[in-house]
């Protein structure tokens, strides 16, 4: 994502799922496709991400 850093514990398979699913506006069937999982895990990355982006907005704040 340009102009998005999340920081060092994120990791890339997260903010791909994050593009794909906010700014591309893929379904979680669609992602986990492009990204070769299953759509359990497509989740996963997702909430993880999106975790580790509100801590980080957090200590930015």
Partial sequence: MEGLTIGRRETIGHREVIDLAYIQ????AE????????????????????IAL????????
Avoid at 25 to 28: A, D, I, S
């Fill in 25 to 28: 506006g893929l379904t979680l």
């Fill in 54 to 61: 509100r801590q980080h907005m957090n200590v930015a704040a």
């Fill in 31 to 50: 992602i986990a496709e492009r990204v070769g999982a299953p759509v359990g895990t497509g989740k996963t990355r997702l909430r993880d991400g999106l």
